[in-house]
């Protein structure tokens, strides 16, 4: 079985400050790694993606994420935030005997203060 | 532009009341989702679909039942309403080509049940 644990439920931010959103993850085989945001009253839409290869992974709007299959970690970052930015985030994982099926975080909720 | 469209954004419907949500996308993916999102829990699968007529229970299916007739359309069934499943409800589709593929969300449907 896999499992997602995002290890903040809130992170408030300064705009223009760096940030880190924390992601952990378990799975006995090999695996595909996510990072979805959600803005207010809308879906999920795709930051970025790890499936093999280079460990830091760029998205889009200045977000990059790097996998570290040591320590079972794929920690999101940006470093400077906006406004913006404000949003829900989540990790997600996949893997070889899962199929298509993405197992989420609980979230973490970005607040980008002025 | 790729598409997953949600029939209704905001449905109240009363409690042991029959209710259907419907999803429909237009990117001839074979897998359909449907994910319930709840603050602090993230998304949890309820049913997915792999092909027309196919489904597979998800990890909250108690309570829901799925139908998928036609390969764009995935509905998602609760036979009888109850207050906790007052809850966001998200459809998703991804295509068959790999374990890793993106999925792609619609804008989601927020249910109440009074």
């Known amino acids: 079985a896999q499992s997602v644990t995002q290890l903040d439920s809130q992170v408030p931010v300064f705009e223009e400050a760096p940030v880190e959103l924390r992601c952990n993850y378990s799975s006995s085989v090999s695996v595909y790694l996510f990072w979805y945001v959600q803005y207010p009253n809308q879906g999920l839409q795709l930051l970025l993606k790890y499936l093999s290869g280079s460990t830091l992974v760029k998205g889009i709007n200045g977000f990059e994420a790097e996998f570290n299959k040591s320590q079972t970690s794929f920690h999101l970052r940006k470093p400077s935030v906006h406004i913006s930015d404000t949003a829900e985030y989540f990790c997600a994982v996949s893997s070889d005997n899962a199929g298509n099926m993405l197992t989420f975080g609980g979230g973490t909720r970005l607040m980008v203060k002025p | 532009d790729v598409k997953v469209t949600q029939s209704s954004r905001y449905l109240v419907k009363r409690t042991g009341e029959k209710v259907f949500l419907e999803c429909v996308q237009d990117m001839d993916h074979e897998n359909m989702f449907w994910y319930r999102q709840d603050p602090g829990l993230g998304l949890r699968l309820i049913y997915f679909s792999y092909d027309v007529k196919m489904k597979e229970k998800g990890d909250i299916p108690e309570g829901y039942s799925v139908s998928r007739e036609k390969k764009e359309r995935f509905s998602l069934i609760l036979e009888s309403a109850s207050t906790n499943q007052t809850s966001m409800y998200l459809c998703?589709?991804?295509?068959?080509?790999?374990?890793?593929?993106?999925?792609?969300f619609g804008q989601g449907t927020r249910l109440t049940v009074v």
């Open positions: 998703a589709s991804s295509s068959s080509t790999g374990w890793n593929t993106e999925a792609f």
